[in-house]
Structures are given as structure tokens and as C-alpha cells.
């Protein structure tokens, strides 16, 4: 028993120590909030390249504060972000995209390139950094493709606030600090300006019913849900670009990543 508390207690000791850490190297490298780089993936099957669109400077950085590399070595793509002026790795992300999928269809199969926007989400450097997208081999081995420097200082990025006056965010159930919860998002969709009171309404019902679960009542998970609608003047459902765009809002603005700040 005695062995049992004697390993117990310094395997806390080293995870506390990797956290402190690791915050130590978010708080050296970036800033608590959001940078969203929007870039244009072109190509086919055989062949793929990266160009930059806009980028973006947001508030809170939504994702962990711990857990900046990516060990699980998942999807197809993977964003690397190096500290220019060492060289250092200081954040990674493995991830898969349309134009993955697109790699594999029949159209993708013919050589017929189409573009595909994508958008990639870090937290927002202090200083300059070198922004890197690998992706797989036949060999499923990951080899870089696309590098460029940013400068975090750069007058080009957009830091105005998204003035769509028909977009209401609502918070629905705040439940302390967002860095260590998870983030729950229910989106309303054909809900026309004159149906604000019924969205709200609907909101605070579901919200209700997903608090009720038992799963989540037995694991005790903490939980900040939010609401997010677009209100039109008439019923029209958005189509798929439409839908596309307020997803990458979301993932920006609302979205959580798990695990956050936890061990």
C-alpha cells in the first residue's frame, strides 16, 4: 500500500511538472488568442498545391494550453508552426479535409483539379513563425509541402470583429472557465428574425434535456454550451457554401478542442 501511494504520488509530481511546462512554452510562444490563416487547397490526385487567402486575428484561444504537439500521428495532413527564429516546433495538428477525400474520387482519380478553402486555427504567436503543412506519402510517411512565414504584427491581417447584424451567439449555460470545458454548440438553422423568442426558447429546452442525460450526469463533465443562429427574413435553408462558412465561424469563435487544459 505503501509503494502503491509512494508511486502514486510521484507520477503526480512529473505530470504536474509536464503541465507547468508546457504552459511555459504556450505562454513563451503565444498570446491567449486566435489566429485563423484561410488558405486555397488546388489539385487532384496525383498532384496538390497550397496558396494563402486571408488571415484572421480572433480573441480567446479556444483550444489547449498543454497539449501543443500532436502525438497521435492521425489524418492525412498535419499543420506544423515553427518559431522562425529558432527553428523549434511549437505547435502541431493532424487533420483530414475535403480535398482529401476529393484525392479519391473518380473526378480527383481523372486529373480534373478543383479548389477547396480550408482554414487552419492556432493560437496567436508573439513573434514571427513558419507556418507548415505536410501530408502523406504512399508510404503513409509525412512529407512537408507548403512553408511560408508569418508575421504576427503583419497590418494585412483582418482584426475587425464580424459585423453580420443577423448572427446572434447566445451563451446558453456558462459554466466557468472555457480553457477546461467542453464546449457544446447547437445550431439553429431556418430561423427567421421574427422567430428570435422561439430559437431562444429552443435553445434553453435542448440545453435542458442534454443536462438531464444521465452520461453526463454520471461522468460529471463540465460543459459551456452555446447557441449560434444565422436569422433570415424568410425560412430559406443556407446552402453548402453558406453552411461551410459558418462552420469554420464556429470552429473560430465557439468550438472547444478536447483535451483542453487537462492531463
Not at 500500500?1 to 503526480?12: G, L, N, S
Not at 504512399?138 to 504584427?153: G, H, M, S, V
Request: glycine share 4%.
Amino acid at each position: 500500500m505503501k509503494k502503491f501511494a509512494i508511486i502514486t504520488f510521484f507520477t503526480t509530481l512529473l505530470t504536474s511538472s509536464a503541465i507547468s511546462q508546457e504552459f511555459e512554452n504556450f505562454n513563451k510562444y503565444f498570446l491567449d488568442e486566435t489566429m485563423r490563416i484561410d488558405y486555397f487547397h488546388v489539385g487532384e490526385a496525383k498532384d496538390e498545391f497550397i496558396t494563402l487567402d486571408q488571415i484572421y486575428k480572433y480573441g480567446i484561444w479556444a483550444g489547449s494550453r498543454v497539449h501543443l504537439i500532436d502525438n497521435m500521428n492521425l489524418g492525412r495532413y498535419c499543420v506544423k508552426i515553427y518559431d522562425a527564429a529558432s527553428g523549434e516546433l511549437i505547435y502541431s495538428k493532424g487533420f483530414d479535409s475535403y480535398f482529401g477525400e476529393y484525392k479519391t474520387s473518380s473526378d480527383g482519380m481523372a486529373g480534373i483539379k478543383k479548389t477547396f478553402q480550408e482554414s487552419a486555427v492556432i493560437p496567436y504567436p508573439k513573434s514571427k513563425i513558419i507556418f507548415s503543412i505536410e501530408r502523406r506519402d504512399k508510404e503513409q510517411n509525412l512529407f512537408e509541402f507548403f512553408r511560408r512565414e508569418i508575421d504576427p504584427a503583419d497590418i494585412m491581417i483582418v482584426r475587425d470583429k464580424i459585423k453580420d447584424k443577423m448572427v446572434k451567439v447566445y451563451s446558453a449555460d456558462s459554466n466557468g472557465d472555457p480553457h477546461s470545458r467542453v464546449d457544446v454548440v447547437i445550431l439553429g438553422e431556418g430561423y427567421t428574425q421574427d422567430e428570435k423568442s422561439k430559437f431562444e426558447k429552443d435553445l434553453k429546452y435542448f440545453t435542458d434535456v442534454f443536462l438531464r442525460w444521465n452520461l453526463i450526469n454520471r461522468t460529471r463533465i463540465n460543459l459551456i454550451f452555446m447557441g449560434f443562429t444565422n436569422l433570415r427574413k424568410t425560412a430559406e435553408l443556407m446552402n453548402h457554401q453558406q453552411i461551410n462558412m459558418r462552420i469554420q465561424y464556429l470552429v473560430v469563435h465557439l468550438i472547444r478542442w478536447v483535451p483542453k487544459d487537462i492531463s
